[in-house]
C-alpha cells in the first residue's frame, strides 16, 4: 500500500476562516460552562473543520491557530451577542462552517483576519 503525502494547503483566507470557527466554538464553551474548550476539544474542533473543508496544515499551525482562538475570543467576551450560547449556536452551520450571512460572524472574520494578516506579515 502506498502512502501518500498530503500537502499543507492553507491561505490566509482559509487560516482566517479556520480561526473564527475557532473562536466561535470557544465562545460557545465559554457561554455554556463558563470555561473555554479543553485543548482535546480543541483539537478535534480543528480536526472536524480541516477534515470538512478540505484544508490540511501541520501540528505547530494548529497548536498556534488553537490558542489565538481564546485571545481573540476574550475581546467579544460580555459583548451581546457574543455571550448568547442559542445566538453563538445559529452562527454554526452543518459541516463545521460559519454562517457568513451574519453580521456577527462577520465581526470576528475581520479581527480573526488582522491577527492573520499581521501574524504573517510578521514573519
Known sequence: MEMQLLHYNLD???????????????LIARARTGR????AHVCESVLLWLSSNGGNCGAQ????LSRL??????????LPPFDDEAGLVQM?????????????VKKILAVCGEYITHRHGAQ
Not at 499551525?61 to 498556534?64: I, Q, V, W
Open 69 to 78: 482562538s481564546v485571545t481573540v475570543a476574550e475581546q467579544f467576551l460580555g
Open 12 to 26: 490566509d483566507e482559509a487560516r482566517t476562516e479556520l480561526l473564527g470557527y475557532l473562536v466561535v466554538v470557544q
Open 92 to 104: 454554526v452551520l452543518a459541516l463545521s462552517r460559519l454562517d457568513y450571512r451574519k453580521s456577527d
Open 61 to 64: 499551525e494548529r497548536s498556534d
Open 36 to 39: 473555554w474548550l479543553e485543548a
